[in-house]
């Protein structure tokens, strides 16, 4: 009897040592302790995994370890506690209806047309509106907004722009109006906004007479609408909007920008007069903003024309003060506030002053793109919290937001019709 | 709008004895702070471990649950907390509990590549105004459709980190090898679905995990799973997946996030009252872009899903320049909107300055003293540091603005009383307020103006160049 059990059980360890992987079934060990030996695999970065499954005669349910075998030991990977019964308590999927939320909105921003045509009283090739949603960005769910957002490309009136953008341009860049003309026709602006920083008076003061010239060569150069900025000086940019309302009268330029320590009539009468769009900026302030839309209002410039920049901080450096009070104005203008319900704006080439984006750190990834991807991020969540219009430095960047206009401007699909690749078992 | 508490009724809940336990002195101070959400019910000890407060505990879990759950996953002390939001708008309140990042892997890459991705998620820390950004998990991808290669590759991401994980496949038999090995550390399991919801909800209660429920494109469905594992298997540790979709569906995916965080709090629709998980990664299904591009728009899709209420991601990509960005937005987006990012205005030592040490002016933007501060330190210099008040703005926006001007620069000169403090009588202006210089040197007539970078990270190589002993007087006079 004895014989025939060693036997029996030396058959077995031998089947055991010539498969990879055996599996035994009723059988029944009678032992206080169980003692499995084996010859563990060669290379130790790469243990043996096998699975040991052990079910009482009591019928409590299986319980399971893996062990770990390697040249250095053997151990449990998994402690088992009480197994739970399996037993699904419903077997129907219980069906709950979803509906969109209805909004309380009531208000509509105004549309905003940028650039005149031959037909219209201008020279530009085409015109571009912004504005005239009635729900908060992508609640697609609620509406299409009639107008996707548009997106210009920078252009200064002094070779003044950070190595990466420099690179695109090349020497284009000390030429006002060459660059104008590589960025319409190499990069696909179409839209320019012209930033005559040199007449500051900090800076090089250049006299409006030059500055008249230096817009009048841009005009020349591209057909596309513009935006033109001036030197942030109160004084000086009332004197230089004046004479270029008067010269561009009819082209409907954007002037870029009216703020609350300037005389806001005195700056709107011109603008008003010769038919052209006017950003009003504040800083970071709902009141403020409040404030000085009303005021341009009141002197005459009608929510048809008015472009509200509540001011963009880079991302990582304030993005997110912008990012709440780009909300809160969005959401008061569609709550009934009238003054506010006017298309919002952002410098996102302020994203350039982010150290992140300059750096030569090699460490943080090469310049050529993290400069434009940190420009396109500020911009893209400028975008979601209900801006309308972006000033841009880089082209990538720009065309980053155009990729989110030219996604509305698409007809809609609803998700449930588009085909939802397995990201899960997907090699990349 | 936010649903606020009145600190008298979570009261009601408490235990009243005033035990201190928790660390305030009384439990109606303990429930002013928990309905401002500034500590944790769990620090409440008795109630979780006496027995006779069951009831109380049951009752005050119920009333001051957020109208998006908070889900953990993972094991002390790297648990993670998602969700738990109590707004739409950051403005209303704030958003609590930073969308965690998990980086993806699968069971089919190469020895060298796993090792590459698990020290990435390890070792990455970026540094920003004193505090480590840092990645938080793995997300591991059955790509090989063997239970046993999963489970494998999973021991061996828990051997190289102690991050938490979430265990991918859509198969009940795949997703149950890898919880056998892996429930002590509590992974998140993705997912259940519209076919395999009945098991794979039974693994979740079996191994006592949370569980992601997918439907992608389908918010019947999404809601349909959630009542059916909270009514037939009394889950309520659930993550939902309303599906990410790249390229031109991006904007669908962003209002379909929306419309299910709107309907959760402002719908108080509790089958949807979860955290969201957002998948960046599926821009890596796309062939034919480049890997370079397929790195640049997964971030753009993760900075907008941080914007519009992913609770949590799953990244691709390893680039620190495509990271970058996303961590740095979460870190700001979720700061609290009521706090200003404010500095004290004043004046600031900078080691030990004396009569011959630099003077440098800056703005209260507390980002902006920081990385002041933190370059002059590296840059192993004394100086001395006027902080301007320009109601916590940067530099740039505050000269725009005009709260950076010429007029408080020599005010605070004159108040500070640096003319004892210095003997040279020159202040450094920061590079953006360049324009400020003509005027502030007619103010204080016989000082120097100059102009200093516009990054701080050059105030040493500005210094180096402009300070010289012969002018400004050396040590050794």
Same mark, same amino acid.
């Given at each position: 009897?004895?014989?025939?059990?060693?036997?029996?059980?030396?058959?077995?360890?031998?089947?055991?040592?010539?498969?990879?992987?055996?599996?035994?079934?009723?059988?029944?060990?009678?032992?206080?302790?169980?003692?499995?030996?084996?010859?563990?695999?060669?290379?130790?970065?790469?243990?043996?995994?096998?699975?040991?499954?052990?079910?009482?005669?009591?019928?409590?349910?299986?319980?399971?370890?893996?062990?770990?075998?390697?040249?250095?030991?053997?151990?449990?990977?998994?402690?088992?506690?009480?197994? #739970?019964?399996?037993?699904?308590?419903?077997?129907?999927?219980?069906?709950?209806?979803?509906?969109?939320?209805?909004l309380?909105?009531?208000?509509?921003?105004?549309?905003?047309?940028?650039?005149?045509?031959?037909?219209?009283?201008?020279?530009?090739?085409?015109?571009?509106?912004?504005?005239?949603?009635?729900?908060m960005?992508?609640? %697609?769910?609620?509406?299409?907004?009639?107008?996707?957002?548009?997106?210009?490309?920078?252009?200064?009136?002094?070779?003044?722009?950070?190595?990466p953008?420099?690179?695109?341009?090349?020497?284009?860049?000390?030429?006002?109006?060459?660059?104008?003309?590589?960025?319409?026709?190499?990069?696909?602006?179409?839209?320019?906004?012209?930033?005559?920083?040199?007449?500051?008076?900090?800076?090089?003061?250049?006299?409006?007479?030059?500055?008249?010239?230096?817009?009048?060569?841009?005009?020349?150069?591209?057909?596309?609408?513009?935006?033109?900025?001036?030197?942030?000086?109160?004084?000086?940019?009332?004197?230089?909007?004046?004479?270029?309302?008067?010269? #561009?009268?009819?082209?409907?330029?954007?002037?870029?920008?009216? #703020?609350?320590?300037?005389?806001?009539?005195?700056?709107?009468?011109?603008?008003?007069?010769?038919?052209?769009?006017?950003?009003?900026l504040?800083?970071?302030?709902?009141?403020?903003?409040?404030?000085?839309?009303?005021?341009?209002?009141?002197?005459?410039?009608?929510?048809?024309?008015?472009?509200?920049?509540?001011?963009?901080?880079?991302?990582?450096?304030?993005?997110?003060?912008?990012?709440?009070?780009?909300?809160?104005?969005?959401?008061?203008?569609? %709550?009934?506030?009238?003054?506010?319900q006017?298309?919002?704006?952002?410098?996102?080439?302020?994203?350039?002053?982010?150290?992140?984006?300059?750096?030569?750190?090699p460490?943080?990834?090469?310049?050529?793109?993290?400069?434009?991807?940190?420009?396109?991020?500020?911009?893209i969540?400028?975008?979601?919290?209900?801006?309308?219009?972006?000033?841009?430095?880089?082209?990538?960047?720009?065309?980053?937001?155009?990729?989110?206009?030219?996604? %509305?401007?698409?007809?809609?699909?609803?998700?449930?019709?588009?085909?939802?690749?397995?990201?899960?078992?997907?090699?990349? | 709008?936010?649903?606020?508490?009145?600190?008298?009724?979570?009261?009601?809940f408490?235990?009243?004895?005033?035990?201190?336990?928790?660390?305030?002195?009384?439990?109606?101070?303990?429930?002013?702070?928990?309905?401002? @959400?500034?500590?944790?019910?769990?620090?409440?000890?008795?109630?979780?471990?006496?027995?006779?407060?069951?009831?109380? @505990?049951?009752? $005050?879990?119920?009333l001051?649950?957020?109208?998006?759950?908070?889900?953990?996953?993972?094991?002390?002390?790297?648990?993670?907390?998602?969700?738990?939001?109590?707004?739409?708008?950051?403005?209303?309140?704030?958003?609590?509990?930073?969308?965690?990042?998990?980086?993806?892997l699968?069971?089919?890459?190469?020895?060298?590549? $796993?090792?590459?991705?698990?020290?990435?998620?390890?070792?990455?820390? /970026?540094?920003?105004?004193?505090?480590?950004? @840092?990645?938080?998990?793995?997300?591991?991808?059955?790509?090989?459709?063997?239970?046993?290669?999963?489970?494998?590759? +999973?021991?061996?991401?828990?051997?190289?980190?102690?991050k938490?994980?979430?265990?991918?496949?859509?198969?009940?038999?795949?997703?149950?090898?890898?919880l056998i090995?892996?429930?002590?550390?509590?992974?998140?399991?993705?997912?259940?679905?519209?076919?395999?919801?009945?098991?794979?909800?039974?693994?979740?209660?079996?191994?006592n995990?949370?569980?992601?429920?997918?439907?992608?494109?389908?918010?019947?469905? $999404?809601k349909?799973?959630?009542?059916?594992l909270?009514?037939?298997?009394?889950?309520?540790?659930?993550?939902?997946?309303?599906?990410?979709?790249?390229?031109?569906?991006?904007?669908?995916?962003?209002?379909?996030?929306?419309a299910?965080?709107?309907?959760?709090?402002?719908?108080?629709?509790?089958?949807?009252?979860?955290?969201?998980?957002?998948?960046p990664?599926?821009?890596?299904?796309?062939?034919?872009?480049?890997?370079?591009?397929?790195?640049?728009?997964?971030?753009?899709?993760?900075?907008?899903?941080?914007?519009? /209420?992913?609770?949590?991601?799953?990244?691709?990509?390893?680039? +620190?320049?495509?990271?970058?960005?996303?961590?740095?937005? @979460?870190?700001?987006?979720?700061?609290?909107?009521?706090?200003?990012?404010? +500095?004290?205005?004043?004046?600031?030592?900078?080691?030990?300055?004396?009569?011959?040490?630099?003077?440098l002016?800056?703005?209260?933007?507390?980002?902006? /003293?920081?990385?002041?501060?933190?370059?002059?330190?590296?840059?192993?210099?004394?100086a001395?540091?006027?902080v301007?008040?320009?109601?916590?703005?940067s530099?740039?926006?505050? +000269?725009?603005?005009?709260?950076?001007?010429?007029d408080?620069?020599?005010?605070a000169?004159?108040?500070?009383?640096?003319?004892?403090k210095?003997?040279?009588?020159?202040?450094?202006?920061?590079? /953006?307020?360049?324009?400020?210089?003509g005027?502030?040197?007619?103010? $204080?007539?016989?000082?120097?103006?100059?102009?200093?970078?516009?990054?701080?990270?050059?105030?040493?190589?500005?210094?180096?160049?402009?300070?010289?002993?012969?002018?400004?007087?050396?040590?050794?006079?």
């Amino acid at each position: 009897m004895e014989e025939r059990r060693k036997k029996a059980l030396k058959d077995i360890l031998n089947m055991i040592s010539e498969s990879e992987e055996i599996e035994l079934t009723d059988v029944i060990i009678d032992a206080d302790e169980l003692t499995i030996s084996f010859v563990p695999p060669q290379a130790p970065q790469m243990p043996g995994y096998f699975k040991l499954s052990l079910e009482p005669l009591t019928g409590a349910g299986k319980v399971e370890f893996l062990v770990e075998a390697s040249p250095y030991g053997v151990r449990l990977l998994s402690i088992p506690t009480a197994p #739970t019964p399996e037993k699904p308590k419903i077997v129907e999927l219980i069906k709950v209806k979803f509906e969109f939320p209805t909004l309380p909105f009531t208000g509509k921003i105004a549309e905003v047309t940028i650039g005149a045509t031959k037909s219209e009283g201008g020279t530009r090739s085409h015109t571009i509106k912004i504005g005239g949603s009635a729900s908060m960005p992508f609640f %697609l769910f609620a509406e299409t907004p009639p107008n996707p957002m548009a997106a210009s490309l920078d252009v200064f009136d002094m070779p003044a722009a950070p190595r990466p953008v420099k690179d695109v341009y090349g020497d284009a860049i000390n030429d006002p109006a060459e660059w104008a003309r590589v960025a319409v026709q190499k990069f696909g602006a179409n839209l320019i906004s012209f930033h005559l920083i040199s007449t500051d008076p900090g800076i090089k003061d250049t006299p409006v007479s030059e500055a008249v010239k230096a817009v009048e060569n841009v005009l020349q150069a591209v057909k596309v609408p513009l935006i033109i900025g001036g030197s942030g000086n109160p004084e000086k940019d009332t004197k230089l909007f004046t004479k270029l309302a008067e010269v #561009t009268s009819g082209e409907r330029v954007v002037f870029n920008s009216v #703020t609350l320590d300037m005389d806001i009539e005195k700056t709107v009468k011109p603008i008003k007069e010769h038919g052209h769009d006017l950003i009003a900026l504040a800083f970071i302030d709902i009141n403020q903003a409040k404030d000085l839309c009303r005021k341009s209002m009141e002197a005459g410039l009608p929510k048809n024309r008015l472009i509200l920049d509540p001011t963009t901080g880079a991302l990582g450096y304030g993005i997110e003060y912008s990012f709440s009070i780009m909300e809160r104005i969005r959401l008061s203008a569609l %709550l009934g506030e009238e003054v506010l319900q006017v298309p919002m704006c952002s410098a996102s080439s302020n994203a350039w002053a982010a150290r992140e984006a300059r750096s030569k750190d090699p460490a943080l990834g090469p310049r050529k793109i993290r400069g434009p991807l940190w420009e396109a991020s500020t911009a893209i969540i400028a975008l979601l919290a209900g801006t309308d219009l972006f000033m841009m430095l880089h082209p990538k960047a720009m065309h980053t937001v155009r990729m989110f206009a030219e996604a %509305l401007r698409k007809a809609r699909k609803p998700l449930s019709e588009i085909r939802y690749e397995n990201w899960v078992s997907s090699k990349f | 709008m936010p649903k606020r508490l009145n600190p008298l009724h979570v009261y009601r809940f408490l235990p009243q004895t005033n035990c201190g336990k928790c660390g305030e002195k009384s439990c109606m101070a303990f429930a002013s702070r928990l309905i401002e @959400r500034e500590v944790p019910v769990e620090k409440c000890t008795p109630l979780f471990e006496d027995p006779k407060y069951a009831k109380k @505990r049951e009752e $005050l879990l119920k009333l001051i649950r957020p109208p998006v759950k908070e889900v953990k996953f993972g094991v002390p002390p790297n648990e993670i907390k998602i969700g738990g939001k109590d707004v739409v708008y950051r403005h209303e309140w704030t958003w609590r509990f930073q969308t965690p990042i998990m980086i993806d892997l699968h069971d089919e890459m190469s020895e060298d590549e $796993l090792k590459k991705r698990i020290d990435f998620v390890n070792n990455f820390a /970026y540094i920003r105004i004193g505090k480590e950004l @840092r990645l938080d998990g793995i997300a591991i991808r059955c790509v090989s459709g063997v239970p046993e290669k999963f489970a494998k590759i +999973v021991s061996k991401v828990m051997e190289m980190t102690d991050k938490p994980f979430i265990i991918c496949s859509y198969d009940p038999n795949i997703l149950e090898e890898a919880l056998i090995v892996a429930r002590d550390r509590k992974p998140l399991i993705y997912a259940v679905n519209e076919k395999n919801w009945k098991e794979v909800a039974n693994l979740s209660v079996k191994y006592n995990c949370p569980v992601v429920i997918s439907a992608p494109g389908n918010p019947e469905m $999404l809601k349909s799973l959630v009542k059916t594992l909270k009514d037939g298997f009394n889950i309520d540790d659930i993550v939902l997946d309303p599906g990410t979709y790249a390229n031109a569906s991006i904007i669908d995916t962003i209002s379909l996030f929306s419309a299910l965080r709107y309907a959760a709090i402002e719908g108080e629709d509790e089958f949807l009252g979860y955290p969201l998980l957002g998948v960046p990664a599926v821009v890596w299904l796309d062939k034919e872009k480049s890997a370079e591009e397929k790195a640049y728009l997964e971030s753009i899709l993760a900075s907008s899903l941080m914007a519009r /209420y992913a609770d949590l991601l799953i990244m691709h990509s390893i680039d +620190v320049w495509s990271i970058l960005p996303v961590i740095i937005w @979460r870190d700001c987006v979720y700061t609290d909107p009521r706090v200003p990012p404010s +500095v004290k205005p004043g004046l600031y030592e900078i080691g030990k300055p004396d009569e011959k040490s630099p003077l440098l002016v800056t703005g209260n933007f507390a980002l902006t /003293y920081y990385l002041v501060k933190d370059d002059v330190e590296k840059a192993k210099l004394n100086a001395w540091l006027i902080v301007i008040d320009t109601e916590g703005t940067s530099v740039q926006s505050a +000269v725009a603005g005009k709260k950076f001007t010429s007029d408080k620069i020599a005010e605070a000169i004159e108040e500070y009383k640096l003319v004892e403090k210095v003997k040279h009588k020159t202040v450094i202006l920061p590079g /953006y307020a360049a324009r400020l210089s003509g005027e502030l040197e007619d103010m $204080l007539k016989d000082w120097r103006v100059f102009v200093g970078p516009r990054d701080s990270s050059d105030i040493k190589k500005f210094i180096d160049k402009v300070w010289i002993p012969e002018v400004f007087g050396s040590k050794s006079e």
